[in-house]
Every structure is written in C-alpha cells, then in structure tokens.
C-alpha cells in the first residue's frame, strides 16, 4: 500500500512538471513573437524586402501557436509594406480582410487599428471620403481606457487628410483638439508631430509667423529625443520657411544642418533634396557657381537612386542657372548649357508623362478586374453571409428565451417572495388610501355640483320670484280691468288695456326665453352646433323682428347694407345674443333714438355690433353688467321692466361659441355692445362642418 501511495504522488509530480513546463514554453514563445513584431516595426520603416521575410516567418509562428492577436499585428505589418512596396492592391486585400476578421470576432482594438491603417494609405492615395469615414467609425469606437497612442493617431490623420483636402479650418480644429486636450498625455515624439503637422496647415496658408512658431516647438520636443531623421526633418523643414519668407542666410544655415544629419543617416532621397534647395537659394543671391555645384551634386544623387522626379527637377534648375549666367553675363557657352538642359528636361519629361499615363491605364485596368472580381466575391459572401446570420439569429433566438424565461423565473420568485412579505401591510394600507381619496373627490365633486345647483336655483327663485311675478300679476290686474270695462262698456280704456296686456305677456315670454336660456347655459348639456352662418342674414331676421317695436318708441333703427360675412358658430345662439342685445338697446334708448346694427371683420375673425343713442350705463354698473343678480335689474326708457338676465346669456353662449364679448358706454350719449367670434375659414372648417352633418344624420 504504501508503494503504491509513492508511484501515484510520483506521478502527479512528473505530469505538473510537464504541464508547467509547457506554460513556460508558451509563454517564451509569446514573448519572443512580440519581441520580433517589434524589430518588424523597425525594419518597416528602414530595408521593407528585410521586413517582408520577416512577417512570413512571425505569421508561421504566431499560427502554430493560435495567437489570432499576434497573427493580426503581423497582418496589418504585411499591409504597411507592401503598400510601401507599390503593391496596392495586395496592401488593401490583407487590411480589409484583418477588418472583416476583426469586426466578425469583434475585436474592438484590431477594428481600430485596421481602420487607421487603412485611412493613412487611402489619404496617401487622395481617396480622402473613405479615410475620413474610417477614421470616424475608429474615432467612435474608442473608449477612455484606450491608450493614447490610438487617439493620437486618429486626430492627427483627419488633421493631415483634411490638410490634403484644403479644409483648413478643420484640419486645425482636429490638431487644436489635441493640443488643447491631450497635450501633457503626449509623448515628445507625439508632440513632435503635432506641432509640425499644424504648422504645415498655417505654412499652406502663408501665416510664416504661426508657422515659424510652431515648427520651433516641434523643434524644440524632438531634440528631448534621440531620434535623427526627424531633427534632420523639422531642420529642412525651418530652412525651407526661412527660404519662402527670403530670409537666406537662415534658410541656407539650416538647410546644410540638415544636409549635414542626413548625410550621417545616410537617406539619400532627403541628401538630394538638401542640396538642390541649397542650389535653389544660390540661384536666388546670383550665386551661380555655387549654385552650379549644388544642382550637379544632387542630379549626381538622383541619378544614382534614380529618381525621375529629381532628376526632372535638377535638369530645370540647372537649365535656370546657366540661362540667368549667360543671359547676366552674355556668354554663349552657359546658353548652349541651358539649352542642353532644357532639351533633356523635355525628353525625360515627355518619358515620364508617356510613363505615368501607361501605369494610370494599368492601375484602371487592375481597378477594373478588382472590382469584377470583388463584385463576385461580394455575392459570395453575402450568401454565406446569409446563411451564417440565420443559424446565428436561430442561435440568439434560443439562446435569448432560455436567459428571459431564467429571468423571469428569476424575477418572478424575488416578486413572489417580496410580495408575500408585505402583502398584508401594503394590501391595507393600499386599501385605506383609495378609500380616502375616493371618498375625498366625491365629496369634493358633490359639494361643487351641490353649490352652483344651490346658487342657480337661489339666482332662478329670486329672478321668479321678482321678475316674472310682477309681470304676471300685472296681466292678473289687467284681465279684471278687462271684465269691468266690459261690463261698464268703457271700450276706448278697453283697447288700452289689451295694449297694456300685449306688452306685459311680451315681457313675460321675453323674461322665460331668457330664464331658460340661461338655465341650460348653466348644465352641462350647452354644446353649440358649429356651422357657416351668414351674418347678413341673422342681422336681416333680427332687424325685421324689432323694426315694429322701434318704430313703437318712435326709435330710428338700422343696419349697415355691407357685404355679406361668414362666420362659424350655432345659429340659434347667434340669433339670440342679437336679439337680446337689439332688445336691450330699444329698453334704454328714448324716443327719436338711434340704434344701428353693423358688422365687419377685425383682425381675421367676425365681429358684430349694437351701437345706441340711449341713456348709458353707469362706470360702476359696467363691472357687474353681465352677472346675474335680482339688485341689478333696471327700468326702461318708458317703464320696461329689465331683470339683466338677458346679457348674462349673451355672456355664456359667446364664451361657448369660443368668442369674446365688449361693452363701451357713457352715461347720456349711449352704449356699445360687439361680440366678436371665429371668421369661416372653409380650409379649415368645411370638413368638421361635413363630419357633423353626417353625425347629426346618423342621430
């Protein structure tokens, strides 16, 4: 037993041994892949062949050991040099598809990197739509935990492209952003950057002193490191804007500076700048010979690195300097030279023009063919694409009803648990308060419907009581006159007790008319039938009622014979707010009074007035005229008895017909009564108007 015991924890041993052992192995493989991507970057920007062996022998091991991360670093690495190699195409194959991956699997970062990959080689392209647009989607994507790498290199590349673009203005708003925000996050190098890229903008725009200023900031952060072929860079850089602002003896200082760093690196592109810039401001001071041995240095350079363009370039300089010393010092030999110059400018100038037109015929071609093909592809993938988001729907489906009825299984128990515990309290206490708030807005219902059915019913009693009853008791007292006329046959008092009669039983059907007007004002059934009703015609029936019982008082009453007007309201109420206000002018207008009748239309709605001649009403009367109250009640101009129950009414159906009713009076020159109320708008009513007819035709 105890052997046995020993073999088994001998055991156990050697396999953890073997375990961590290779987690060990592992992990100095990781390291060593990322130790290489780092050198990958280095040779990126220096020997590409060297770095392209490079990324095929990382990608191999980063596969082996499954680390898509470090297999996606490498990828994006490939895209950088071959797109630096000239082979485009193949560069934008290799990005998008570590984009597809990454937003397939998404992976946030990779995304994000991708994107400002592919954003600096299409700016480099002039393709500036969709570098911006990747930019944004990478800007979007960003969290604050991210490093400020990343956010760097998304603000200063939309500053660059819209600086490509000519939009100045947010070009320095991208670069403005970072300096403002994240200027002490950065690092020299960063700052570096920042401060030449924004210079650049303002040095476009011919601002040299902001330019000046913000190249020697960039200066002054890029000397804090030890990074040559960028102090050779912003030294070139300051010398060139020493040489567009003509300021030679600087321009020339710092120009051989740089001439000088760049020889150490040894960037022979950047060598044979510096010296045709150098040849460029001899040229300018007159200094020809000078100038002369600048222009043959760096065509001697272009040559050897063969680059046509600067070759071009130095073919034209020096075909400058020999034509300006000839023609200076009128001397055949230099023009002979400027001429041979000239003539190989043009001929390698032609070859580079046949050259470029060729390659832009080829790339249309190869755009052409990859596009047939990425049209196919697209297809492809979209019905693969097609058939991976149903199984992934079906799969989000299901998976989403097992976590919802967990949750509401979840939920419902927690519910269930908390309810039972205070189910009682709550229960009672629910119970005790809709009891009170239910009893309380009944009461407070019931009083307020109880008060205004107390005040109505005291207003009718006493207006009954005072108003009606004197009438009546009146027509009681003229009806006995009547029979004891009759019987003494006295029938000339007897016409005039039939007359007295007739007024009376007017009144009292006036007074009940208005009583049950103002009666149904006060329910809740007052709802006005709204329809076009011509005012021309209210005003004509009105006029034709009381036109006898005016001529009666010897009264001259008229209406204005204007164009008709339309207005939208209910007929009916229309014709008993006139009537009553044509009533109320003739009570309290003398003989040989006035009273006209107009309307018009003021600021877009109608409006109808009642003007007289009659006897006015009293300032401290005007406050209370349209309430209805037994002290308010007043005497005609020849004893007609007036409860002001009528213009109470005029007050409730002109607020129903939504209108507004005013009062102008002076005591002994008369009143001014207008209402004013909704104009026909057929536009606007015409279709209301239909759908109540139809209603009411239902009904």
Avoid at 254 to 268: E, K, M, N, P
Avoid at 359 to 373: A, G, H, P, R
Avoid at 477 to 491: H, P, Q, S, T, W
Avoid at 649 to 660: D, H, I, N
Wanted: glycine fraction near 4%.
């Amino acid at each position: 037993m105890p052997n046995r015991c020993f073999l088994f924890v001998t055991l156990f041993l050697g396999l953890t041994g073997l375990v961590c052992q290779a987690q060990d192995e592992s992990m100095d493989d990781t390291s060593a892949v990322k130790k290489q991507l780092e050198t990958l970057e280095h040779l990126t920007n220096r020997k590409l062949d060297s770095a392209l062996i490079l990324s095929h022998s990382i990608y191999q091991q980063a596969s082996a050991m499954n680390d898509q991360e470090a297999m996606w670093d490498t990828r994006l690495n490939q895209g950088s040099i071959y797109y630096e190699l000239g082979e485009k195409d193949t560069a934008y194959l290799i990005l998008n598809e570590v984009l597809e991956q990454a937003m397939e699997r998404q992976n946030r970062l990779t995304e994000i990197k991708t994107r400002i990959k592919l954003a600096f080689n299409l700016q480099e392209d002039y393709r500036f739509e969709p570098a911006v647009s990747h930019l944004i989607q990478a800007q979007r994507l960003l969290q604050d935990t991210d490093s400020m790498d990343l956010r760097f290199a998304i603000f200063n590349y939309l500053g660059i492209t819209h600086r490509k673009m000519k939009d100045y203005v947010s070009a320095l708003n991208y670069f403005g952003y970072l300096e403002e925000n994240y200027l002490y996050q950065l690092d020299h190098g960063q700052r570096f950057n920042l401060f030449m890229n924004k210079g650049n903008v303002y040095a476009v725009q011919r601002d040299y002193d902001k330019t000046e200023a913000l190249f020697n900031k960039a200066y002054h952060e890029i000397q804090q490191i030890d990074h040559p072929s960028n102090l050779a860079l912003i030294t070139y850089n300051l010398g060139a804007l020493y040489y567009r602002q003509k300021r030679y003896p600087e321009a020339e200082e710092y120009i051989q500076r740089s001439l000088d760093a760049t020889v150490q690196i040894g960037d022979q592109v950047r060598i044979e700048r510096c010296y045709r810039v150098l040849g460029t401001i001899q040229l300018d001071q007159d200094n020809y010979a000078k100038a002369e041995d600048f222009f043959l240095k760096a065509l001697e350079i272009a040559k050897t690195i063969d680059h046509k363009k600067s070759i071009l370039g130095n073919y034209k300089n020096l075909y400058l300097n020999y034509w300006s010393r000839g023609y200076e010092n009128k001397t055949v030999e230099d023009m002979d030279q400027a001429l041979t110059y000239m003539d190989l400018y043009q001929k390698l100038n032609d070859t580079l023009y046949q050259t470029e037109t060729a390659e832009k015929i080829l790339e249309l071609e190869k755009q052409y063919e990859t596009e047939k093909k990425n049209d196919q592809i697209t297809l492809l993938e979209q019905e693969n694409q097609l058939k991976q988001d149903q199984l992934y729907i079906q799969r989000t489906q299901r998976n989403f009803l097992i976590i919802f009825i967990i949750l509401v299984c979840g939920i419902l128990g927690i519910f269930i648990y908390f309810y039972s515990y205070h189910k009682k309290v709550n229960k009672l206490l629910q119970l005790q308060s809709k009891r009170i708030l239910s009893q309380r807005n009944k009461i407070s219902i019931q009083n307020e419907k109880l008060q205004q059915s107390v005040d109505t019913q005291n207003k009718l009693f006493g207006i009954i009581a005072h108003d009606l009853r004197s009438p009546l008791v009146s027509i009681s007292n003229v009806a006995k006159l009547i029979g004891f006329y009759m019987e003494d046959k006295r029938y000339d008092e007897l016409e005039k007790a039939a007359l007295m009669m007739e007024q009376k039983n007017d009144q009292v059907l006036e007074l009940t008319d208005n009583l049950l007007n103002w009666a149904k004002s006060q329910s809740d059934d007052l709802k006005p039938f709204f329809e076009p009703v011509s005012l021309k015609e209210v005003v004509e029936d009105c006029y034709e009622l009381y036109q006898p019982i005016a001529e009666g008082k010897s009264i001259h009453l008229s209406h204005a014979n204007s164009d008709d007007l339309v207005a939208w309201a209910d007929r009916n109420m229309l014709k008993t707010i006139c009537r009553n206000l044509i009533n109320n002018a003739i009570k309290f207008t003398p003989k040989d009074g006035k009273i006209n009748i107009a309307y018009r239309m003021k600021d877009e709605r109608a409006e109808l007035c009642v003007q007289d001649s009659g006897v006015g009403i009293e300032p401290e009367r005007l406050a209370i005229l349209f309430q209805v109250s037994r002290d308010k009640g007043t005497m005609g101009t020849e004893g007609e008895k007036s409860s002001g129950l009528g213009l109470a009414v005029c007050k409730e159906f002109v607020a129903a017909l939504q209108g507004t009713i005013q009062v102008e009076s002076e005591l002994g020159q008369g009143s001014r009564f207008c209402i004013q109320f909704t104009r026909f708008d057929p536009t606007i009513h015409h279709s209301k108007f239909k759908q109540k007819e139809r209603m009411s035709s239902v009904k």
